[in-house]
């Protein structure tokens, strides 16, 4: 039985490690060609985002339990909280959850020192006309994995709540990646989710890098 695993993952390992370097390989030849590049760069570009968006429809009348964010930097939040306060504004929900992030951000004058990134998210929410009572940030338990350790710990916590539903907000070239994490956790509960995309951008080598990571995560982590 043992023998019979290690040589599953064996093959697993290799395949991933193939796909890494090709992907290199295809990175780094794009930095070498010059300027005929440019329409291989854009069907390189336009092959890896069709494998990594996976989004759903959004729900047109009935409401869901909750929103969540997922994390990300401030400048892909700001993607994320425009999308979660269209959704919010149409009616859609009215019950948002970030990801609670430790530290500090930039100054408050209005406070007289920084603010936390928690009271940072609170604040551009409210700004979109997100109500303060309505956004609730969640602490997760550390983990290597970031995604995945967002997906354990939310869907413990739907589960626990009794969510029938809730929609996700991730970057566009991320929701793959989020559809089978959550996938894995939720599947044998009778939970909806929608994965949303914030409509953000992401550079070629950003999007190779998620490529990379979606192998990682079918091949080793959501099989």
Known sequence: MFNLLKKRWNKKLIVCIAVCIFLVLSFLSLLLIGEPSNAFKT????????????????????????IYVLGGNQGSLKFKFNRVATLYNDGICKRVLILSRPGITEYSSMLGRNLTNDEWAIWKLEELGVPKNSIEPISIEKGFFGTFREA???SRLIKKRGYKSIILISSPYHTHRVKITFE????????AFYVQ???ERASLRQ?????????????????
Do not use: W
């Not at 894995?184 to 939970?191: A, R």
């Not at 999007?207 to 099989?223: A, N, R």
């Open 43 to 66: 069907n390189i570009e336009n092959l890896v985002r069709k494998k990594l968006i996976r989004v759903d429809q959004q729900p047109s009348t009935n409401m869901v339990d909750a």
């Open 184 to 191: 894995k956790f939720l599947k044998e509960h009778n939970v």
């Open 197 to 199: 995309s914030s409509g």
């Open 152 to 154: 354990k710990g939310i």
């Open 207 to 223: 999007l190779i890098t998620e490529y990379i990571k979606l192998k990682i995560y079918q091949y080793f982590l959501v099989s």
